[in-house]
C-alpha cells in the first residue's frame, strides 16, 4: 500500500549533525502532514517536528533553534536536519505521513524507525 523509509541516521559526537531522510512511496495519492518522532528507551515515543503540505512547521521545545524540518512534495520526501546534537538527542526516529491513496480516507502511515545515537 504505502511505505515509508528512512534514512541517515547513525553515531555522531556531540555537537554534530546528521540529516534524516524519509521517502514515501506505493498506492500515494495525497500526502497531507508528515512528521519526525523519536523514542527513546524505556520512553513514549514523542513528536520532534511536523510539517504540513504548504510548509507549516512545529517543533517541539527542545530541539528549537537546533533541528530543521522541511519536505519535497515532488518526491514525497520529508527531511530532518539535526544540529548541534546532543545526548539526550539519542533516540529511534520514525517519521509518519498522513496519506490518502485516493477514493479512501487519509491514515497515517509509519517508517520503520532509524537509531541515532549521540555520544558525549
Known amino acids: 500500500q504505502v511505505q515509508l523509509v528512512e534514512s541517515g541516521g547513525g553515531l555522531v559526537q556531540a555537537g554534530g549533525s546528521l540529516r534524516l531522510s524519509c521517502a514515501a512511496s506505493g498506492s500515494i495519492f495525497s500526502i497531507d502532514g508528515m512528521g519526525w518522532y523519536c523514542q527513546a528507551p524505556g520512553q513514549q515515543r514523542e513528536l520532534v517536528a511536523s510539517?504540513?503540505?504548504?510548509?507549516?512547521?512545529n517543533y517541539a521545545d527542545s530541539v528549537k533553534g537546533r533541528f530543521t524540518i522541511s519536505r519535497d512534495n515532488a518526491k514525497n520526501t520529508v527531511y530532518l536536519q539535526m544540529n548541534s546534537l546532543k545526548p539526550e538527542d539519542t533516540a529511534v526516529y520514525f517519521c509518519?505521513?498522513?496519506?490518502?491513496?485516493?477514493?479512501?480516507?487519509?491514515?497515517?502511515?509509519w517508517g520503520q524507525g532509524t537509531q541515532v545515537t549521540v555520544s558525549s
Open positions: 510539517i504540513t503540505r504548504s510548509g507549516y512547521t
Open positions: 509518519n505521513a498522513f496519506v490518502t491513496t485516493g477514493g479512501s480516507p487519509y491514515r497515517t502511515f
